[in-house]
């Protein structure tokens, strides 16, 4: 079992940069692998970044590729997503999320496989 709490929302102008963090709780954070997803008003829950339990294997959808990037920090029990170039297009709450398969590309950017959720963090873009 594991709970996650996001913080490092807020309202940035379009070119600026913002870092989210999700704080686990449970012992066995190292253990899981973790996401990122985001939604915005009247869409659908989208795929942003995901990372094995080692932190060695990352993925990214093509929309942020180059310009997120997703870490952890398994002895604070934290993962990241750091967030740069950020566009309107961009504005969503975001989530993280966990579970417990290794991580594998066919299953790491769909959300109805991990079984941890956070509340999400705000995140709006102004251009």
């Known amino acids: 079992q594991v709970q996650l709490v996001e913080s490092g929302g807020g309202l940035v102008q379009a070119g600026g940069s913002l870092r989210l963090s999700c704080a686990a709780s449970g012992r066995t954070f190292s253990s899981y692998a973790m996401g990122w997803f985001r939604q915005a008003p009247g869409k659908e829950r989208e795929f942003v970044a995901a990372?094995?339990?080692?932190?060695?294997?990352?993925y990214y959808a093509d929309s942020v590729k180059g310009r997120f990037i997703i870490s952890r920090d398994n002895a604070k029990n934290t993962v990241y997503l750091q967030m740069n170039s950020l566009k309107p297009e961009d504005t969503a709450v975001y989530y993280c999320a966990a579970d417990l398969k290794p991580v594998k590309p066919h299953w790491v950017g769909v959300n109805y496989e991990y079984d941890y959720w956070g509340q999400g963090t705000q995140v709006t873009v102004s251009s």
């Open positions: 990372i094995s339990w080692s932190g060695g294997s990352t």
